[in-house]
């Protein structure tokens, strides 16, 4: 048995994915895990405390944190150790690496966390050292990396269904709304490439927007440049803030750069939805899901989950 802690760490590049303080449900306080000891202790032929276990958060670009509940996992896990011997065999550090999800070849929005140059291996340089300080070499570190090993295997290939020019803006509609992506709605980026037209180099600037029946079905932060909108019409005198209020309150750019011939019958690729995009899609305002299919490094393709049809909406219904 292993037990997940509560480090006292705010990881997490947002609140939603923020999973090592109390304001987070995970993982055990003090004087839970104190109780976990005396429970293994006094069953030891049941149970065998062999592990402890913090996660942090996601999307982590701040090296400090990793180091900060190594920290802390390095102490707690030194009095465990030090409770029941060999038993007590590895320590796991949780996932949370970042990825790149801002490419900087065609457009740069300085969007903070979904930038990061961090790899694995400079965590790994500077916490490895602390645990093993503490608690020797021949301690296992288990890590549990999650967005940083798949992201960039996979993208969504969505059409655009239609353009709309209002007040100087060009709307691009995409077939593929928040019930495909619905991290989009949570405001969280993706960068978007105009698939078929990747070697035009004359751009523009599109609010791109999906299908669906809600005004929250973008991809900008429509609630965020609401909020700031709101805060700065009930403080006027805010207005000279405007782009500190954006920089905490808006999470990605409002506008999308892509090339400026970028018309209906276009393929938009959406990168690095390689990481817990696919399981979750819905069926949301009645849309079937997409299929799936897997390129080989030779080029061949294979289905591995077939696009759905209208009957797939009500499969399992029963009445
Ligand atoms: C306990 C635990 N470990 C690891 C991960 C992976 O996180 P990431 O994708 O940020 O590396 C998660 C994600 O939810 C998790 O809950």
Redesign the pocket.
Known sequence: MALRAVPHVEGGSTAG?E?GSTRSKFGMVEDEVARCQEIAEDHPDAIALAGLHV?I???MTDIGLYVAAAEVVAEKAAAIKARFGDDFRHVNI????PISYVKYNDQSPDIGYFHSDLEPGDVAAKVVPVLEGKLGADIEILT?????MTSDSGLLLTRVEGLKRRDGTTWLYLDAGYNIIPESAFGWYFHMVTANRTGETNTDRFRVVGPLCDSIDVYFDMEGEAKVQELVDAKPDWAGDRALLEDKLVHMPGYRELPAATTSGDLVAILDTG??QLELTNHYCGRPRPGAVMVGEDGSVKTIRRAETPADLWRGEEG
Request: proline share 6%; no cysteine; net charge neutral.
């Open positions: 994915i999973t996660h958060g996601s999307q949780g996932g949370g690496f549990e990396p999650g967005r940083a990481a817990y």
